[in-house]
């Protein structure tokens, strides 16, 4: 066994250095800590800014090229697109006989509320990897790619 492998008597670990509750925590509070500002900022959901993100990011795009680029909930981002149809934040554009073939715009309501809540988003964005130096952040993404590689070879994935 390589140094680097761990044994079974490493998982009697304390909780906070369990990867697992560690990621979870930090998830949990970003996640708090983004719909509280997006609410503050410009009124929006957490959910509505992603969907906004990706628009932003690919262009017209389709709710199902959305969950498959991002790995979201696909009735999460269902219910979303329909809230934010409603809300005129975004608008659809594609075939009437079929809507898997259907794209997300911004409207106008949807683009000036995506920029309202840009400038706290990406301030916090430059805080959060401000924390970090740069060789520090290259190990976090390095580190985060592995561990989304091993995720996908405990549930016997692909790693594409």
Known sequence: MSADQVTDTEFDIPLQQM??????R???????????ILKESSGISL??????????????????????RTDF?????????KGMLKDGLIAVEGSESDQRSHTLDFTDKGFALFQKA???????????????????????F???????MAIGQVEGESTS
């Open 19 to 24: 990867v697992t509750f560690r990621l979870s």
């Open 26 to 36: 930090i998830h949990a509070k970003l996640n708090a800590q983004a719909a509280r």
């Open 47 to 68: 959910s509505q800014w992603r969907i906004f993100v990706m628009i932003e990011n690919h262009g017209k795009i389709t709710p199902a090229q959305i969950v498959k």
């Open 73 to 81: 909930d696909k009735g999460q981002v269902s219910r979303t697109v």
């Open 118 to 140: 840009r400038p706290a988003m990406r301030s916090r964005q430059n805080v959060l990897l401000g924390s970090l130096t740069a060789t520090e952040r290259q190990a976090m």
């Open 142 to 148: 390095t580190a985060m790619d592995k561990l989304e």
